[in-house]
């Protein structure tokens, strides 16, 4: 297993609500990215954090935001939620953006 | 805008012998990265192999193998001796010299290792 750690696990989130999904990076890691895996397809990159600045983003609306904090940790914020939200959510980190990423094992986000 | 093709939505394989992924690619860059990632039900996204772009041999990882062939644009994962353990989703992925943590993945191959 790798050292990143995303919580929760699970999660049922009402349409219109919002939600937020964390993600603990592996020690050392500065960069941590954000994919989205709706069911039966692969992961989607929504955005990327190097160094508590966003260094990338995906074709995702403004509702998806997102954060890294001093320690590397990172968020991701989804609001108005959307049934199409409901997904597999993945954080990957890594010790720089042109090194091996390692990923979590994702949050699964079910939007009724 | 790159993308990333794979044909093979399902294959089975029997348990010992040898299977071959296939995945295609296109993009106008001419230094990037192209991966095999694993997903087993855990869910965990697990680096099987990487090439490099400017690389012209062809990486191996034990029983894991690409061929490589740049000017097709096409990156084909081997396994030998298949295990019941390879059981998975298999994804091609691509990315940027640059920023290899901005990946962008095929629709993945389900393998099956039968005994």
Sequence with gaps: ETGVTQSPTHLI??????????????????TVSWYQ????????????????????RGNFPPRFS??????????????????????????????????EAFFGQGTRLTVV | AQTVTQSQPEMSVQEAETVTLSCTYDTSENNYYLFWYKQPPSRQMILVIRQEAYKQQNATENRFSVNFQKAAKSFSLKIS???????????????????????????????????
Excluded: W
């Design chain 1, 13 to 30: 989130k009402t349409r219109g609500q919002q939600v937020t999904l964390r993600c603990s990076s592996q020690s050392g890691h500065n």
């Design chain 1, 66 to 99: 997102g954060l890294q904090f001093p320690n590397y940790s990172s968020e991701l914020n989804v609001n108005a939620l959307e049934l199409d939200d409901s997904a597999l959510y993945l954080c990957a980190s890594s010790s720089g953006v042109s090194t």
């Design chain 2, 81 to 115: 001796d298949s295990q019941l353990g390879d059981t998975a989703m298999y994804f091609c992925a691509f990315s940027a010299r640059y920023n290899n943590n901005d990946m962008r993945f095929g629709a993945g191959t389900r393998l099956t290792v039968k005994p």
């Design chain 1, 37 to 56: 895996q709706a069911l039966g397809q692969g992961p989607q990159f929504i955005f990327q954090y190097y160094r508590e600045e966003e260094n990338g």
